[in-house]
């Protein structure tokens, strides 16, 4: 018996496991400490699970624990790492390049510099959502000083060559920023084989719980950024702020949890694939087919509107675009980027799954769209006959 409503929006958020609640809530009870206060056994105990957790972030992507630094979310990590970095490096530096298909917090972070008087290049990409590493490369000016690439997109799912870009940077002398929140947990992570300089973790995308993320910053890195706003100097002092050990502990035991969804969330994608676009036309994926975490498939449904199907599909939770931008009501820019007209961006529909999502649910989501859409289609043409 499949318990309704279904949820299939899991780029927006994932549902916060109950083996990371667990780990929480002596931290939202007894454990109640200020993990700053050293000078007793509730600040101690307190912090003691601040750095716990710090390590297992830390493990889960190859970094040690003094490279990670706790945060709000993502939006926080990609704000600390894209303005803190710019503002260390001005004068001698003062170009950023990003992709036009990036994050809203990313872009509007950019858009930011570029009011305060940087430069800024915003990357096209090819109609698989991908960039181009050579244009990349001529891109680059004796003024840039970060370069700025999500690793997994959070509306169409494409995973950029993180590889090849850190080593452009590296060869350039020039510091590599990814925002990470659609991947980590999702696909692997080595920072000694990527050599990524500064990676942006938000805890409410990998089944943590939200109000929490991280920002890696390599050790040896050539400009650190500079913090954003002043306080009592906490996180090594570039995020200042009392932590909250319950919600570092929830993003720790995310991570320790993480990395064993690969085969699960595969077999979803491929069934859902196979049963869409075997009994549907005029049916394409939006994005590479190759290059993407299977978990995240953004359908494009000729002549079908996205807004309407999911009105049609009330016990199923989906998404036409980014949660973050849902309050605008203008085209999605990474649709735009692809190259898609206004009318094939309305017929667009992303659908997220993951670790709790069910073989049954895929069926029963599956067998409802494909009747919704033919139900559509066939009204429509009802429509245009008279």
């Not at 690439?149 to 995973?159: H, K, L, Q, W």
Request: aromatic share 6%; net charge neutral; hydrophobic share 40%.
């Amino acid at each position: 018996m499949i318990k309704l409503p279904i949820y299939l929006d899991y780029q927006a958020t994932t549902p916060l496991d109950p083996r990371v609640l667990e780990v929480m809530m002596p931290y939202l009870t007894n454990k109640f400490g200020n993990p700053h206060s050293t000078n007793h056994s509730f600040g101690w105990e307190a912090e003691a699970g601040v750095e716990v957790a710090r390590k297992q972030v830390a493990d889960l992507i190859g970094a040690q624990a003094d490279e990670i630094i706790f945060t709000s979310g993502a939006t926080e990590s990609n704000n600390i790492a894209i303005k803190g970095l710019a503002y260390a490096a001005f004068p001698a530096r003062n170009h950023i390049i990003t992709v036009a298909t990036e994050h809203t917090c990313v872009l509007e972070s950019c858009r930011s510099l570029e009011r305060a008087g940087f430069k800024v290049t915003y990357l096209p990409v090819n109609g698989d959502g991908l960039i181009d590493i050579n244009e990349l490369n001529n891109a680059i000016t004796s003024k840039t000083s970060l370069v700025s690439v999500m690793a997994v997109n959070n509306e169409i799912g494409v995973i950029q060559d993180l590889k090849k870009i850190s080593q452009l940077c590296r060869d350039k002398d020039i510091i590599f920023h990814t925002d990470a929140a659609q991947a980590i947990g999702k696909i692997p992570f080595d920072m000694t084989a990527l050599k990524i300089d500064l990676l942006s973790i938000s805890g409410h995308k990998l089944y943590g719980p939200k109000g929490i993320g991280a920002l890696y910053i390599r050790n040896n890195i050539a400009i650190r950024p500079l913090a954003l706003f002043d306080g009592g100097g906490q996180e090594r002092g570039l995020r200042s702020g009392t932590l909250a050990p319950a919600l570092c502990a929830g993003l720790g035991a995310a991570c320790r949890i993480s990395g064993h969804d690969d085969e699960h969330i595969s077999t979803l994608s491929e069934k859902l694939k196979s049963l869409i676009m075997g009994e549907l036309d005029g049916v394409r994926l939006n994005g590479s087919e190759t290059m993407r975490y299977p978990g995240n498939l953004n359908f494009l449904f000729e002549g079908v509107k996205g807004d309407l199907l999911v009105k049609e599909l009330r016990n199923i939770a989906l998404s036409t675009g980014s949660a973050c931008s849902t309050e605008k009501t203008g085209p999605s820019h990474v649709l735009t980027a692809l190259g898609l007209d206004k009318k094939q961006m309305e017929c667009s529909l992303r659908i997220g799954f993951g670790r709790m999502t069910t073989i049954q649910e895929i069926d029963y989501a599956a067998e409802h769209i494909i009747h919704s859409i033919n139900k559509i289609r066939r009204l429509q043409a009802v429509a245009k006959s008279f």
